[in-house]
């Protein structure tokens, strides 16, 4: 199996569990040397609770043909990120691909709250982790991925530009996060361009997240039994699917034409000609942009 990133070397921020993990994992398949950060490492978890951990992450990175290292570190924490960025540079010398998908914010948003009834709290540290972090991650890691020609900068967020522009995503601190972190890429893609890297903003369409899954109390290999009560469930992806979606980016020595844009994972398929791990090419941002002028429910097998 080819592996183009054979001796490349990436950070994925976030990566115990969903998209972070889809990724790594990919990346890890394409050859390269992928560090896997957060806090479940160590018998440490983070607020989740759950029994996911970036020690699993990289075993896996590992099996699917790269090398992965789990490091733990809070991203709120600026020293444990420069601990981060220092290890890296002693073992590597640099670094070529920064993946940001540091969230857990999931526990904290309550759904459609006007922000006068959201527990403040909740919502100021939905704000941190799904912002803050960013941007401290960027602060200490950008400097090493400039030190290599070409480096690429995804930012992991919910939902497209375009989408969320008129959208209410949820509640006012779940709205904001998600837009910010948007911004975020936009704004990095002025600050890197000059120096020959490249920043975009990428979001999965509705993910079959382990956390996603046990919600429907489903598994990857049963899932489409949750469509019987949730149709548009069809219309679902594997984490994996975004993760070859980082790796299609990643491997484009054009990829500077997206510098600054919001992308989607089914988009980049129809773009690179990838697909699913089941071999479909699901596109769930079309399909919701579809259903709300549609006269009835849409047929998700239409939109993979």
Not at 83 to 97: F, K, N, P, T, W
């Amino acid at each position: 199996m080819a592996q183009p990133l054979t001796g490349k070397v990436a950070l994925v921020a976030g990566a115990t569990r969903g998209a972070g993990r889809g990724i790594a994992v990919q990346l890890g398949a394409a050859g390269a040397t992928v560090y896997a950060t957060g806090r479940s490492a160590g018998g440490h978890r983070s607020e989740y609770g759950r029994a996911e951990t970036l020690e699993e992450t990289a075993a896996l990175v590992t099996a699917a043909g790269g090398r992965g290292i789990a490091v733990r570190a809070d991203h709120l924490v600026p020293a444990e990120v420069e601990a981060v960025a220092r290890r890296i540079e002693a073992e590597q010398g640099g670094l070529d691909v920064l993946v940001n998908d540091i969230w857990g914010g999931e526990n904290l948003f309550e759904w459609e709250s006007p922000v006068w009834e959201h527990d403040l709290d909740n919502g100021l540290r939905l704000l941190r982790l799904a912002v803050e972090t960013h941007v401290i991650t960027n602060h200490h890691l950008l400097p090493l991925l400039l030190s290599r020609p070409g480096g690429l900068v995804v930012e992991m967020t919910d939902g497209t530009a375009d989408y969320n522009a008129t959208r209410y995503r949820n509640s006012l601190c779940y709205d904001l996060a998600k837009s910010s972190v948007l911004r975020m890429a936009f704004a990095l893609g002025h600050e890197l361009a000059p120096r020959g890297a490249t920043a975009v903003a990428l979001t999965p369409g509705w993910l079959r997240s382990e956390m996603m899954l046990e919600h429907f109390g489903v598994t990857e290999e049963n899932w489409r039994d949750a469509t019987a009560k949730q149709p548009g469930f069809g219309v679902s992806e594997s984490p994996g699917y975004v993760g070859r979606a980082v790796v299609a980016l990643a491997c484009d020595p054009g990829v500077a034409r997206f510098n600054g844009s919001s992308l989607s994972s089914g988009a980049l398929a129809k773009e690179y000609g990838f697909t699913d791990l089941d071999g479909s090419r699901p596109d769930a941002w079309r399909y919701l942009v579809d259903q709300e002028t549609a006269d009835g429910p849409l047929d998700p097998a239409g939109y993979r």
